[in-house]
């Protein structure tokens, strides 16, 4: 079946470090692979997608390139701010899958 | 609406109770979502709308659980009888897609407190 592995967390960091939360993924045929964020309260919101090999998803200084070779989409942000505390799932879906499937989240916090 | 809307945002129950949860999808979108997520959980699939047709209920995790979408718009999941394993919070999607799942749109949850 198709499922979602992402690192556990908390994350801890403090701010202008850098992040990296790691996502691997097993489906059959060609998902979409995509990164939401879950802000204290607040639903679930698109933060950036990829929907084929090396393509590279980013957006708000986040990145993540789709990886077959490695079946991965970890994302990235050069240096994070305590505004970017929140919790991060990774998620597969796009042509062909009818429903997101997506990972456990993993829980960011960054101190000042 | 400019999102999707949920309401209650909170709702507590006794155990037996019945409980309805509402999702108002964004205007003119096709598919609609429901998604289980328990405490310190990724979302879970409950069941897929294309307009009013229920395409896919796979995850409803028993018969207490029913879901509605009578007019291709609003949604209902109502939980019959109510359990403390049904404690989560319900998420509501929508999108303009077809069976496709993609650019789906979150509403902020309905919490499910079973006491």
């Known amino acids: 079946g198709n499922s979602v592995t992402q690192m556990e967390g908390p994350v801890t960091l403090s701010e202008e470090a850098f992040l990296t939360i790691n996502c691997t993924y097993t489906?059959?045929?060609?998902?979409?692979l995509f990164w939401y964020v879950q802000y204290p309260g607040e639903g679930l919101q698109l933060l950036l997608k990829?929907?084929?090999?090396?393509d590279k998803g980013s957006n708000k200084g986040f990145e993540a390139t789709y990886r077959k070779e490695t079946t991965s989409f970890h994302l990235e942000k050069g240096s994070v701010q305590v505004s970017d505390s929140a919790v991060y799932f990774c998620?597969?879906?796009?042509?062909?899958?009818?429903?997101?499937?997506f990972g456990t989240g993993t829980r960011l916090l960054v101190s000042p | 609406g400019a999102g999707v809307s949920q309401s209650p945002r909170y709702k507590v129950a006794k155990r037996g109770q019945d409980v309805a949860l509402r999702c108002d999808p964004i205007?003119?979108?096709?598919?609609l979502f429901w998604y289980q997520q328990a405490l310190g959980q990724g979302p879970e699939f409950l069941t897929y709308f294309q307009n009013e047709a229920q395409l896919d209920k796979s995850g409803l995790p028993s018969d207490r659980f029913f879901a509605e979408r009578p007019e291709g718009s609003v949604s209902t999941l109502k939980i019959q009888r109510t359990q403390q394993e049904d404690s989560a919070v319900y998420l509501c999607a929508s999108s303009t897609h077809r069976g496709v799942s993609t650019e789906a749109f979150f509403g902020q949850g309905t919490r499910l407190t079973v006491v």
């Open positions: 998620a597969l879906g796009g042509r062909g899958f009818q429903k997101l499937v």
């Open positions: 489906a059959t045929g060609y998902p979409s």
């Open positions: 990829a929907t084929k090999a090396d």
């Open positions: 205007s003119g979108h096709v598919s």
